[in-house]
């Protein structure tokens, strides 16, 4: 049997780890990962091996030359390009003659070969997938089999709705010669994205072998330092080099210990290192070969590669030293930084928790680094959640991230792009409002800065200005301390996940495309756009009918200023307007109160930034959450014959039934807004008013306002009468709290387990049902799922979802 590993890769997540090194040069227990991995195959008998190279290509062939030092035959297959997993395994095509393995060399593993040998040839499998479970597979790609263990999906890196499974590929493939058959060399090819789906096309027995060995793929700077841990843990089976001077403690030939030196197992040392007086290993601590440690020096939990000069004073606190770094006298690192090749850290300077300091700086006497001092790089952390950026002003928002945070979304533009900042009339807002401005003046993209504004009116300010994209900030509903940033693409719509990563990417790196003076360019101050918004909605809605009828409105609102635009609104339309200010929607007595004492025909509550509208009758129904979307479908389908009317997975069976009375379409997205509003944008809203009207209803508040009193006055009817259109529907909406750990295995179970319900995997897992239906969908930001259902009555509702948390709390307890 022969073997290819697949060594080239950048390791950009490692950086500055990576920044002159092969990720598979990286070393574990002071030596390579590669190595580790061909001592894998050659304890199997695998010495034929085969090696993929891209980036810094020499640095492994220099290394390992042609194998025989390790007692196995490299054969190197170098990439001009990038090719792609399977496109670099092509590569080398004339030297895989028989069943061969493909294993990555950035990865540990003690895999038992001989298993999943045996395995593939009792399955007669063409390409089995050697899989592994894991608590997180977020960042992984996760594999779906049947029963019979046969690949059935894929899906690559998916978000916590799309987890359904925590089973999930590891990167090493047994595979028959012909698999490569399959598709052209020379061509950008990849394993899991391209070649196996062709596979599974063509019914290519492929299978996949769980493996419960151990596996990390060392993929950034915390999972580096754990396979350190797991392997001192004897979690894997690693050598250490050197003799066992103490039990636990490990040192290479040449090293020199002084004797008031005190060393704590399990440690290693390198050979020909020395180790001052008083100074402390602690365990847990990989020290690499020909360091010189001198006296009092304090180690914890830290990895130190080569050549490195610990000054007295200094201490290290599960931190991580590149080759050839000096620590002058009374330096701190701190847990979980990274300090690159040929650095300098000067006397008594304090480095932070969690930075990055790139290859050769050198960092002044006394400095306190509280930032990265890099030119690239990739953190594990992100900056958006779930639903957007949000945190506490001046804790997690503070002046100086929001204009690095401003820089950093500036950067995914060309210079003079234009882009749209605004926030609420609060203070904090305006003041991070300036801060954002800032930070993306420095990039050469230009900026239209509005006045007070709500997120709806900016979306709006987009399309009317033709801007590249844009940033609302305001003060969260809940909590005056708390800040939201809604950043919008160049149609007013939430941006996708890849472009927030891309500014993420952006603000970790540090990777701003500053401009020069000259190329700063002016701010445009617009004060009046709410105007603009204003006749603009209103030319697109039949104001002659609704003055003919001339309702009366109630509006509600915490905030005055979404009053006073409101109020403006709806005067011009021809509505007579009532208005109190009010955060609770709830009190329906005296909502109805108000109603009644004012004589109108109903009342409206809007939040203070325009995107929430809840409206209750005369009877005092509120029409909120799934009814407001039903009666939003239902005017939609009434309003324009044939329209797509697009809702989330979890929106209630009703709006199928109003689409099939009305001749309309449903399409279900995944269940975030932002999904929703992506597909509704697809087709450009704003040169189509019917699709207009839809976004409108969905995510302006104002606006639908509007258009919901538009089609109540064309059609002469109540908003009860519109309400009593639509067919009763009964939804349950429950919670149940699963660690984080456990969450694939849940969906896998529940997946693997269901009985004769139809699934959709939309988002979560949709179970259909005769009587109804119910959805689990593990939440993105806290510990537990979500369980969506809905029956032909509240009782078999309440019953479906009682099944499935049932089920869930059994799977969690078991």
Sequence with gaps: MKAIIM????????????????????????????QHIIELLKSYGIIDIGVTLMYLPDKIKNYFGNGSSLGVNLHYFIEDFPLGTAGSVKNAQHFLDETFIVISGDSLTDLDLLKALEYHNRKYSKATLVLSKVERPLEYGVVLTDEDDAVIGFLEKPSWGEVF??????????????????????????????????????????????????WCDIGDPTSYLQAHYDAFEGKIKLPFEGEEIKKGVWAGSGTVIEPNAELNGPCLIGSNCHIGN?????????????????????????????NTSIQFGSEIRGAILCNKVTLKHYVSVFENSIIGDRCIINERAIIKPNIKIWPQKTIDPLAIVDRNVIWSS????????????????????????????????????????????????SNSARMFKHAFVSGILSIGVEVFNLSSLLTPISRHAINFLSVEGGIHIKVS???????????????GGSISRGT????????????????????????????DFKDYYIRSILNQTDVHKIMDISPKICVISPSDFVISIVLSMLADSGCKVVSFSSCNPEAVDLIIYEINKTNADFAAFIDSNGETLILIDKNGNIIKDDLFLSLSSLIAFKSS????????????????????????????????????MEQILSRNPYKSREDMGQFLLNFDALAGLVKIIEYLCINNITLTE??????????????????????GKVMRTLITDKNNERIELIDGVKFIMDNGWALVLPDADMPLCRVYSEGKSPEIAETISEYYLEKINHIVNE
């Design 278 to 306: 008083g100074t402390v290993i602690d365990n847990f601590s990989v020290i690499g070969s020909g360091n010189i440690i001198e006296d009092e020096v304090s180690i914890k939990r830290g990895v130190l590669w080569d």
């Design 641 to 676: 014959p044939n329209i797509s009317v697009v809702v989330p997975v979890t929106a209630p069976s009703v709006i199928e039934s109003l689409a099939s009375k009305y001749g309309g379409r449903v399409v279900r997205t995944k269940t975030s807004s932002q999904a929703v």
């Design 7 to 34: 060594a080239g890769g950048e390791g950009s997540r490692l950086r500055p780890l990576t920044c002159d090194l092969p990720k598979p040069m990286v070393p574990v227990m002071n030596r390579p990962i590669m």
């Design 722 to 743: 519109a309400i009593n259109e639509i067919p009763s529907f009964y939804m349950s909406k429950r919670n149940i709290f699963c660690p984080w750990e456990l969450k």
């Design 165 to 214: 499974s925590d089973t999930i590929n590891t990167g090493t493939y047994i595979l028959e010669p012909e698999v490569l058959d399959y598709f052209e060399k020379g061509k950008k090819f990849d394993f899991s994205q391209e070649l196996f789906p062709l596979l599974l096309e063509n019914k290519i027995p492929m299978y996949g072998y769980i493996s419960y060995g151990y």
């Design 378 to 425: 990739r953190q594990s952390r992100t900056i958006f959640g779930e639903n957007g950026l949000s945190g506490i002003i001046n804790v997690d928002i503070s002046p100086e991230f929001a204009t690095r945070l401003g820089a950093a979304y500036g950067s995914i533009f060309k210079k003079g792009s234009k882009v749209v900042v605004s926030s609420t009339n």
């Design 477 to 491: 509903d809940d909590n005056p301390n708390k800040l939201r940033v809604d950043f919008m693409d160049s149609k």
């Design 500 to 527: 927030e990563r891309k500014i993420e990417n952006a603000y970790f790196r540090e990777d701003f495309k500053r401009c020069s003076g000259e190329e700063i360019s002016r701010l445009n101050n617009i004060t």
